[in-house]
């Protein structure tokens, strides 16, 4: 195999490298959002943002937004992958559930955490670099309430702008072919009549 082809595992590592280091990490890889993504994984990850959020608002703990912004980029850039609150989420917390997966489409999930980023990346240069923590707490406020919807009711605020901006054109249909028949305004899985 030559470097950079891939081969039926998706590696683009030689052959005898993935064979003989089965655990090497895949740079093309890390950076990779999961499609399909569990909804029951994406729940917990909502629910821990919320503790987080409140935790930096209440205590008065402006480092938090740090960690929370942090968890959001790189949530958007390699899903649970780089997040360790995903990694928790996916290896912990959802297997000692024993809730069957739910799967949907990714790109809208990936959205949301990019929402969650715009949020949180400024109240972390807020509440850090100018020591604004009111400003840093009306941001973190937004995101509770979006991350409060997804982990106690199943409803992704990220993910219906998503479906809104496909309907209107914003978004093209090939972003996630999967999202053209579903509907966000009912449960995450259902199809249009």
């Not at 360790?84 to 739910?102: A, E, H, S």
């Not at 990346?121 to 409060?148: E, K, N, S, W, Y």
Request: hydrophobic letters at 50%; a positive charge.
């Amino acid at each position: 195999m030559v470097l950079g082809s891939r081969d039926s595992s998706g590696s683009n590592l030689p052959s005898a490298v993935v064979t003989r280091y089965p655990n090497v990490v895949n740079p093309s890889r890390i950076f990779a959002f999961p499609n399909p993504v569990n909804e029951v994984s994406a729940r917990c990850v909502a629910a821990g943002v919320v503790a987080l959020c409140l935790a930096a608002i209440f205590f008065g703990q402006p480092w938090l937004t740090v960690v929370i912004a942090y968890g959001f980029l790189a949530r958007v850039l390699t899903g649970p992958t780089l997040s360790p609150l995903g990694q928790v989420v996916t290896r912990v917390v959802t297997p000692l559930l024993r809730i069957p997966p739910r799967y949907v489409p990714g790109p809208p999930k990936r959205f949301a955490q990019g929402i969650g980023a715009v949020l949180s990346i400024p109240a972390a240069i807020l509440a850090v670099g100018f020591a604004q923590a009111g400003a840093a707490d009306v941001l973190l406020g937004a995101i509770v309430v979006a991350a409060t919807l997804e982990s106690a009711l199943g409803f992704c605020l990220g993910c219906t702008i998503f479906a809104g901006l496909m309907r209107i054109g914003l978004i093209p249909d090939r972003v996630c072919a999967s999202c053209a028949n579903l509907r966000f305004d009912t449960p995450l899985g259902e199809t249009r009549s």
